[in-house]
């Protein structure tokens, strides 16, 4: 669908909050996976708005965060109408912290139901031929990689190009934009050779042993195309990023053991073998705890399917969220009109 307008949220200040409100004039206002903001919060109900929490979210270490100021955060919630929570523990730490379970519908995570789209999988063959992906030499996607990840992957990249001779190929997604020339520095400083998405295409595009994704919007059309994927954000405790996306391109998926971000989907996913997820080690280990992943996934197809194949299971099995949110709304919907 469209929308009629795209705006920056408005900084959590009064001026700022009323004045975005008195602009759009919101009688529904859905927040996506518990963004709480205060002054948000009350101007909004101020203003007879209808609030709810969607595909709802509440990781134990924010909880810990909020119990210190229960208090407020339970005043900053009672003006929610409606949170609707992707499993039971979500559901139960936002109870505690003063939503009225009456309120509270767990509804699943509504990501459980992403689909690929024309658009992508055109952008997915346009990308196939520009990097020349699937002629013989496997490719290994590091996906939403925060620092010093890229230099722990590269490290465990090497080790297998080395003893490879079909030599693989990966292909690095950074998550933060800002340190796209960063990380084609450390690639370089690497010794490998590397192409960049913003870059002409050139013969280069076909043979580098590195592809930077340096774009915004691209990395789900390029999970069709891996032999596996890291996802990152999880080699530190930053708390993992979604491995969702290449699950349901049935991609053999490879996280670290910081994943409290994604607690229950992690849970599902290793219940169901369906992910392989690294111990928690000690930094001067955790180069080849990569490097043992990404050999069996490369040098084993039939375990690379069988968890693949569970991945796409695993998303079908979750399927339903959005159905379920769009029933739980049409009340706070209702009551709006």
Same mark, same amino acid.
């Given at each position: 669908?469209?929308?009629?307008?795209?705006?920056?949220?408005?900084?959590?200040?009064?001026?700022?909050?009323?004045?975005?409100?008195?602009?759009?004039?919101?009688? #529904?206002?859905?927040?996506?996976?518990?963004?709480?903001?205060?002054?948000?919060?009350?101007?909004?109900?101020?203003?007879?708005?209808?609030?709810?929490?969607?595909?709802?979210?509440? =990781?134990?270490?924010?909880?810990?965060?909020?119990?210190?100021?229960?208090?407020?955060?339970?005043?900053?919630? =009672?003006? #929610?109408?409606?949170?609707?929570?992707?499993?039971?523990?979500?559901?139960?730490?936002?109870?505690?912290?003063?939503?009225?379970?009456?309120?509270?519908?767990?509804? +699943?995570?509504?990501?459980?139901?992403?689909?690929?789209?024309?658009?992508?999988?055109?952008?997915?063959?346009?990308?196939?031929?520009?990097?020349?992906?699937?002629?013989?030499?496997?490719?290994?996607?590091?996906?939403?990689?925060?620092?010093?990840?890229?230099?722990?992957?590269?490290?465990?990249?090497?080790?297998?190009?080395?003893?490879?001779?079909?030599?693989?190929?990966?292909?690095?997604?950074?998550?933060?934009?800002?340190?796209?020339?960063?990380?084609?520095?450390? %690639?370089?400083?690497?010794?490998?050779?590397?192409?960049?998405?913003?870059?002409?295409?050139?013969?280069?595009?076909?043979?580098?042993?590195?592809?930077?994704?340096?774009?915004?919007?691209?990395?789900?059309?390029?999970?069709?195309?891996?032999?596996?994927?890291?996802?990152? +954000?999880?080699?530190?405790?930053?708390?993992?990023?979604?491995?969702?996306?290449?699950?349901?391109?049935?991609?053999?998926?490879?996280?670290?053991?910081?994943?409290?971000?994604?607690?229950?989907? %992690?849970?599902?996913?290793?219940?169901?073998?369906?992910?392989?997820?690294?111990?928690?080690?000690?930094?001067?280990?955790?180069?080849?705890?990569?490097?043992?992943?990404?050999?069996?996934?490369?040098?084993?197809?039939?375990?690379?399917?069988?968890? +693949?194949?569970?991945?796409?299971?695993?998303?079908?099995?979750?399927?339903?969220?959005?159905?379920?949110?769009?029933?739980?709304?049409?009340?706070?919907?209702?009551?709006?009109?």
């Amino acid at each position: 669908g469209k929308a009629d307008a795209v705006f920056y949220f408005p900084f959590d200040f009064k001026f700022s909050v009323r004045s975005a409100l008195a602009n759009f004039k919101p009688s #529904v206002v859905l927040l996506m996976e518990t963004e709480i903001w205060p002054r948000f919060f009350r101007e909004a109900h101020l203003t007879g708005a209808k609030i709810a929490i969607v595909n709802g979210r509440l =990781s134990a270490k924010s909880f810990r965060r909020y119990l210190r100021i229960k208090s407020f955060i339970g005043k900053v919630l =009672s003006y #929610v109408d409606l949170a609707l929570m992707q499993d039971e523990n979500d559901a139960r730490r936002i109870d505690s912290l003063g939503i009225p379970y009456a309120q509270i519908r767990v509804t +699943g995570n509504i990501k459980f139901d992403l689909k690929i789209d024309e658009s992508e999988t055109s952008l997915t063959e346009e990308l196939r031929m520009r990097f020349a992906i699937g002629t013989g030499r496997p490719l290994i996607i590091a996906a939403s990689t925060h620092s010093p990840e890229e230099d722990w992957i590269l490290q465990a990249f090497r080790e297998l190009f080395d003893s490879c001779e079909n030599k693989p190929r990966l292909l690095i997604a950074p998550r933060h934009p800002q340190r796209f020339d960063e990380v084609a520095e450390i %690639v370089k400083s690497a010794g490998f050779s590397i192409v960049r998405r913003s870059e002409t295409e050139s013969e280069n595009s076909k043979t580098a042993n590195v592809i930077l994704l340096d774009s915004i919007g691209e990395l789900r059309a390029v999970y069709p195309l891996a032999t596996m994927v890291f996802v990152g +954000g999880s080699l530190i405790p930053h708390g993992g990023q979604s491995v969702l996306e290449p699950a349901a391109a049935g991609k053999a998926v490879v996280t670290g053991a910081y994943t409290h971000n994604f607690d229950a989907v %992690v849970r599902a996913f290793l219940a169901n073998k369906a992910l392989i997820q690294l111990p928690s080690t000690p930094d001067g280990q955790i180069v080849e705890e990569i490097y043992k992943s990404f050999e069996i996934l490369i040098h084993d197809p039939v375990e690379r399917d069988v968890i +693949g194949g569970n991945a796409a299971k695993v998303m079908i099995w979750n399927r339903g969220a959005t159905a379920r949110t769009l029933e739980a709304l049409r009340p706070v919907i209702g009551s709006s009109e």
